[in-house]
């Protein structure tokens, strides 16, 4: 079983009833909204990585004005040669206000389109559980920062 961790940090962007959302290109070319965000590189501190992510996948400057909470996910899946992963995503929510830029999508990245989703269209749309989980966090901001 090998072993991988991903830790990552998501903005949660409401402007006028509507949220910001990226469309996430799977490695099967599957299209799903997710929120703006992503993996943290190396020594990047998670506050640095939801603006640089927000800033790659829809070229708005989005400022972290609070820490929503964290989410942690774990599932197995299979690798080359037989082998399977044990995966583990830590995904840290920021609420993000969008401070400057200009509404772009993002080219030769994870995602495809950069568009604001009115909030009551939102179950309606093909995306990732993620979405559902910070607009909960979003609406609910537990003081702990777990949602259930």
Do not use: Q
């Not at 903005?11 to 997710?34: I, N």
């Not at 929503?68 to 929510?93: E, K, N, T, W």
């Not at 179950?123 to 979405?131: E, F, G, Y």
């Amino acid at each position: 079983m090998h072993k991988e961790l991903r830790v990552a940090a998501y903005a949660v962007c409401v402007r006028d009833g509507s949220v910001l959302l990226a469309r996430w290109v799977a490695g099967d070319g599957s299209k799903r909204w997710t929120l703006p965000g992503g993996g943290m590189d190396h020594g990047e501190d998670p506050y640095d990585t939801v603006i640089r992510e927000a800033d790659e996948e829809t070229g708005y400057a989005v400022e972290p004005v609070a820490l929503l909470g964290v989410d942690s996910l774990r599932r197995r899946y299979p690798r080359r040669l037989g082998a399977v992963a044990d995966f583990h995503g830590v995904r840290i929510v920021y609420e993000g206000r969008v401070v400057g830029g200009a509404l772009r999508h993002e080219t030769s990245g994870s995602t495809d389109l950069a568009a604001w989703h009115p909030l009551d269209g939102v179950a309606a749309l093909d995306r990732v559980s993620l979405v559902d989980i910070g607009l909960s966090l979003w609406r609910a901001r537990p003081a702990h920062g777990h949602l259930g």
